[in-house]
Each structure stands twice: as structure tokens, then as C-alpha cells.
């Protein structure tokens, strides 16, 4: 488990985030559809996910956006401890309608963002589309994750989005899982 706050000029954020959790999310960030987002990548990874964050959504969603992947990403690697006995990798192939998605995760403590997505649409209801990147990017490096997004296929903006944050909730939660089999960290370095 993990609290993080982070205050700037642009934002006020604080996410509680329990990863042994059971999906339920209490989220508030001021952007409708990026609300909706995180509630399925928290329902779906079997997440409790608190999130309240205030920013400057008369100038766009940017800051928001941005600043609440950095502090999401921050809890993630603070919930992760020592990395212990997870299976450290992560996959999902996910369907949605006509969407196909996957993503593959490494918690190797090394970041990377490798995300193969288009949107047809600037917006989804109050959300930049160009904004789905920059959340993976901002969680991927405050986590210290290499994570791997990719669209197979899709036309709807919407499923597309939605497809994205449902696999990476699926995929994280493989990732973060216990194995009784692994005997201190899953590396032949012995530390991630």
C-alpha cells in the first residue's frame, strides 16, 4: 500500500493505492472520462485507488493528466517495496468490441514506454486523446516500469481508451502478484 501527495502550482494530488486490493476506486480528478478511466484500471487490476486532485483545468487537462500519472506511478513503486517474491512480469491481450489491446509489463526498475496507439478523435468527452500517452509515460517512469501498450485493432476512440487502461490494470496486476516459488526478487542480478 502506499500514500503519495504532491502539490505544485499547476496541481494538488493524492492518491491512496492498495494493490493487494479488491477494485474499489473513489476517484476525483475534475476530468470526467479520465475518471472513468482510472476506475477500470482499478476494478480491473483488483485495485483500491483513492484519487483527489485538484488542477488548473482552466488552462486544459495537460497538468492534470500529466502530474497525476507522475504521482500514481510514485505509488505503484512505493507499494512494490523490496519486489519480494512478485512475478515482476505482466501481460494482457484484452478485447473490447472491436478493439484488440495489448500490454506487457516489466517492474525491472528500468523505465520505458514503447505505445502504439491512434485516436481518429482530439477528445473524448473532456479528455485530450494526445493525454492517454502522456499518463502512460508519466506512470511508466515515476514506477520504474517498462511497459509495452500497443492497439491491434479498433475504431472506436472510446473502446480504444478504455481497452488501453483495462489491460494495463490486468497486466499490473499479473505483475504486482506473490509466487511462493520466487525466493527473494525474480532477477539474476538479485535486485531490481
Do not use: W
Not at 150 to 168: D, M, P, Q, W
Request: with cysteine; proline share 2%; charged share 25%.
Amino acid at each position: 500500500m502506499a500514500e503519495i501527495s504532491r502539490t505544485t502550482k499547476e496541481t494538488d494530488i493524492k492518491i491512496d493505492l492498495n494493490l493487494d486490493g479488491s477494485g474499489k476506486a473513489d476517484i476525483k480528478t475534475g476530468v470526467g472520462f479520465f475518471d472513468h478511466m482510472l476506475d477500470g484500471f482499478a476494478r480491473h487490476g483488483f485495485f483500491d485507488l483513492t484519487a483527489s486532485v485538484s488542477g488548473d483545468l482552466f488552462v486544459d487537462c495537460h497538468h492534470t493528466i500529466e502530474d497525476t500519472g507522475i504521482v500514481l506511478g510514485t505509488a505503484i513503486f512505493k507499494a512494490l517495496g523490496d519486489k519480494q517474491g512478485i512475478k515482476r512480469y505482466g501481460s494482457m491481450m484484452l478485447p473490447m468490441d472491436e478493439t484488440l489491446v495489448l500490454c506487457a509489463i516489466d517492474l525491472s526498475g528500468r523505465p520505458y514506454l514503447g505505445f502504439d496507439a491512434e485516436f481518429t478523435s482530439d477528445k473524448i468527452g473532456d479528455m485530450d486523446t494526445e493525454m492517454i500517452r502522456e499518463f502512460f509515460y508519466a506512470v511508466s517512469y515515476s514506477a520504474g516500469m517498462n511497459l509495452h501498450i500497443r492497439v491491434l485493432s479498433g475504431t472506436n476512440n472510446h473502446h480504444i481508451a478504455e481497452a488501453i487502461f483495462k489491460a494495463f490494470g490486468k497486466a499490473l496486476d499479473e505483475a504486482v502478484s506473490y509466487d511462493p516459488r520466487i525466493e527473494g526478487i525474480l532477477s539474476t542480478k538479485g535486485s531490481l
